[in-house]
């Protein structure tokens, strides 16, 4: 069974420090993605980063960067220079195979708050 | 701007309606999803659809339907046969299939629905 597993439903950091939020995943599908998305009070998904099984190095993107341990099956989201509107549901999401088509499964999200 | 619409924004509805959400897009992607998100929980599919006139059920498709009629609207009725249909579902797109690469979800800014 495919499942992505979030275990902090809530974080807290300082404006302008780094943040981790965690993520671990099982697959046994060889060739899969992992996907971060934000979701602000407002409700709509925001895609942060991805990662690819294959990719040899840790994506990043601007003050996102993806902590990928495959052997561990995790893929931490890292957040440099946190800022008040970094305040927001952060979810998981892994790409895997479902027949001849291919499907996202999501985590439980983490609320993550800033504080000034 | 290219992007997705989804209205209503909020919706009430009495026990034993149907309702229907629309999710339209201006984007030219190819396949369309619909997610439903619980309080605490990930997002869990509902049904997707990769081309005009077909789509697939998801993981939750039991007392919903939708229809593909044209590529660029992607319709989600609510039937009296959902048990537990107060939700927030959010309509999303991408330009080929999930398959591809890092291919990433576009998502609308939800529809929050309250059974009275």
């Known amino acids: 069974a495919q499942k992505i597993t979030q275990t902090q439903p809530g974080m807290f950091v300082q404006e302008k420090e780094a943040v981790t939020l965690d993520c671990t995943y099982d697959t046994s599908d060889p060739s899969y993605g992992l996907f971060w998305y934000k979701q602000p009070s407002s409700g709509e998904m925001i895609f942060l980063i991805y990662?690819?099984?294959?990719?040899?190095q840790n994506a990043t993107e601007g003050r996102y960067s993806l902590n990928f341990q495959k052997a561990r099956k995790s893929a931490n989201l890292v957040i440099s220079a946190s800022q008040l509107g970094d305040s927001a549901m952060y979810f998981c999401?892994?790409?895997?195979?479902?027949?001849?088509?291919?499907?996202?499964?999501f985590g439980s999200g983490t609320q993550l708050t800033v504080l000034p | 701007d290219g992007g997705i619409t989804q209205s209503p924004k909020y919706l009430f509805r009495k026990e034993g309606q149907n309702v229907t959400l629309s999710c339209e897009q201006n984007l030219n992607h190819d396949a369309m999803y619909w997610y439903r998100q619980d309080p605490g929980q990930g997002l869990r599919l509902i049904y997707y659809?990769?081309?005009?006139?077909?789509?697939q059920k998801g993981d939750i498709a039991e007392g919903y339907s939708v229809s593909r009629e044209k590529k660029e609207s992607f319709p989600l009725t609510v039937t009296s046969a959902q048990k537990n249909p107060t939700a927030f579902y959010l309509c999303?797109?991408?330009?080929?299939?999930?398959?591809?690469?890092?291919?990433?979800?576009?998502f609308g800014a939800g529809s929050r629905l309250t059974v009275l």
């Open positions: 990662q690819g099984s294959y990719d040899q």
């Open positions: 999303a797109s991408t330009k080929g299939t999930l398959r591809d690469g890092a291919n990433v979800l576009t």
């Open positions: 999401a892994m790409r895997y195979r479902a027949g001849s088509a291919r499907q996202l499964t």
């Open positions: 659809s990769q081309i005009v006139n077909d789509f």
